[in-house]
Structures are given as C-alpha cells and as structure tokens.
C-alpha cells in the first residue's frame, strides 16, 4: 500500500477534508450559543471524510450507515473479553458468533462502496484515495481491496474523532492557545482549493493535534509477541510471552518529558524535538501507522477551521476521564458552545 500513502496524498485529499469541514462547522455556526455535543460532531465528521476523500461520495449515500456500523463495533463486538485471552482462537464462543455476523455486515456495505464508485468511475489522474489504492493494487483480488478499504474507514474513524475531541476539550481550558490557532489559521487559505498548501503553514495548531496525541493517545495500548526468549531493560521475557505497551505511560513518565501532566503544545515547537521513542501515538518501526500524515492533516485542517472563526467554551465543569476501550474515550460527552470569535 506504500504508493498509496506519499506526500502527494496529502495534497490529493485536502480539499475532501476541507470541504467536509466547512459543511459541518456551517451548520454548527448557525446555531452558535446553543450547547452541542462535539464528540458526536467529531464522530460524524470522521465518516463523512472517508467517504468523499476515499470514495468521492456523497455523505448521505453510506454515511448513516458507515457510522452505525462502526459504534456499533466499538461499543459492542469489538470490546475485547476474557474469552479472547483465555481461550484458544478455535474454541467458538458468543462473541465470535457475533463478530461473524458484524463481518458479513460490514462486508456487505463496503462491497456495496466499492461497486458505486466503480460504477461513477471517471478516467484521469487520481482523485481520492480509492483511486490510489486501486493503482496499487492493479487487477489483484478485489478481497483484498475491500480489507484495505475497510482497515482505513475503522483506522481512521475512532482515532481521528476521538483525537479531535480531546483537542477540543484541551483547547476549552487553554484561551491563550486557543487564540494563538485563530490567528495562525486566519493568516492560510483554509478553502478546500487552498487545503492542500495550508497543512504545513500551521505548526501551532499541528502542536496542539500532537500534545493531544501525547494526553489521549487514541490507540492507548499496543501489543508484541515475543517470537523468541529475550530480555527487555534486563527483565528476561520468555518466547510466546505478551508484552503490552501502554502510550499514556510512556507519553507521560516524568523521566522523559517536564511536567507531563500539563497541556504545552510547545514542547513540540522548540528547536529540540522529543525522543523519537518517547512518543508514540501512531507506533514506530516497521509497524508504523501508515494513515499517520493523513490523520495528523485531517486533524490539523478540522481543527483550524472550527477555531477560525469560533470560539469554544465547556458547557459544564465536571471531570472528563480517559477510559481505555476500543480507544482512548471520554468518560462522558461534556457539552460546549460555539461562540463568535473576535
């Protein structure tokens, strides 16, 4: 899939990711002062850019649907279950009966997906992401099309939504920043013609996307088999051994980072960058996430927009918490207002 995933995909789907953005934050803007629900704003943001940066589709033909369908996993199949450790793959229980129904689903929309934008296929350069990836792929197995397809939609749903969220929780309790992303973003072209160049022309607002990678890292654990006996940081780990790294440690031990507890976007804007290994949102290594720079852009381009012309308080004080499920979710979907921005 690498062709797929060069510097130039970026500028192919910002516009996609612009447009998406200036639909929603519309409707939002119509009704400033009202208490909205961002977390839910963010999770339908998500699908709508898959499908017209992937498809070139419009929302309402798979939107409802796409969304349903990913919730529905997250909050239900998807959750993993003392069954999933303790017994073996073969070994049938309820859950997997239910994760092979939830796949026949899925498989079913995204064939469905896939057929439509066969059929409103238009010759010339490649437009989005599906073009791309047919071009990778060339006239192999249209199987193999579809777990793509769909590996990108379930990457990029949760991760990047969620993401957008906690920025816009941080930003809540952060006026001086949340001016300094107005002003960057009100100095760039944030049209979706001017999408594409204006990505790199907004590193504080990137700053404030990557510190709130390193607070809520979406993917908040990963996990490695040890295919051999080892020893790591001289504890002896035995072959077939689990080893879990959780992000949210390692993004907030004290050895590593000054005052990890504390919101500072600029500690990603000094002259020293963090220790590659010390931060980890999108993993490292041959297992890198490859979706990494469209996720950070997609955020990045979202984030500005809505802080472009809007500014954004919470709606209530109490605590919102990091629960690790499917991802790194809020505790609670605290309500905010948008209000005119100076």
Request: charge should be positive; charged fraction near 20%; aromatic fraction near 8%.
């Amino acid at each position: 899939m690498a062709p797929a995933f060069t510097p130039r995909t970026v500028t192919l789907l910002a516009p996609h990711m612009a447009a998406c953005a200036e639909a929603a934050f519309a409707q939002l803007e119509a009704s400033r002062g009202e208490p909205v629900n961002l977390l839910g704003v963010m999770q339908d943001l998500s699908p709508a850019v898959a499908c017209t940066s992937m498809f070139s589709l419009e929302v309402d033909a798979f939107g409802p649907q796409l969304r349903a369908l990913l919730l529905s996993y997250a909050d239900g199949v998807g959750r993993p279950r003392a069954s999933d450790f303790i017994l073996p793959p073969r070994v049938p229980t309820l859950a997997t009966l239910r994760r092979a129904r939830f796949r026949r689903r899925w498989r079913a929309l995204i064939l469905a997906i896939i057929a439509r934008r066969r059929a409103a296929h238009h010759p010339g350069a490649p437009r989005d992401l599906f073009d791309l990836l047919s071009e990778a792929y060339g006239d192999r197995e249209e199987d193999l099309l579809a777990d793509e397809v769909s590996t990108m939609i379930f990457a990029g749903h949760e991760t990047t939504g969620l993401t957008l969220f906690w920025a816009c929780y941080l930003l809540a309790n952060a006026p001086d920043w949340r001016r300094a992303v107005r002003r960057e973003a009100r100095r760039v072209d944030l049209s979706p013609g001017g999408a594409g160049s204006a990505v790199g022309a907004l590193p504080q607002t990137r700053a404030v996307v990557d510190e709130a990678l390193r607070l809520y890292p979406p993917a908040y654990m990963t996990a490695r088999q040890a295919v051999a006996d080892h020893a790591l940081c001289g504890v002896p780990v035995k072959r077939g051994a689990i080893v879990l790294m959780p992000f949210t440690l390692l993004h907030t031990d004290p050895r590593l980072w000054t005052s990890p507890e504390r919101f500072d976007p600029g500690r990603f804007l000094g002259p020293e960058k963090p220790d590659r290994y010390s931060f980890l949102p999108f993993g490292a290594g041959p297992r890198v996430c490859i979706g990494a720079q469209l996720a950070t852009s997609e955020a990045v381009l979202v984030l500005a927009r809505l802080l472009r012309d809007n500014d954004l308080v919470l709606d209530d004080d109490g605590p919102v918490l990091p629960v690790g499920s499917f991802a790194t979710r809020p505790s609670r979907s605290p309500t905010f207002r948008l209000l005119p921005a100076a």
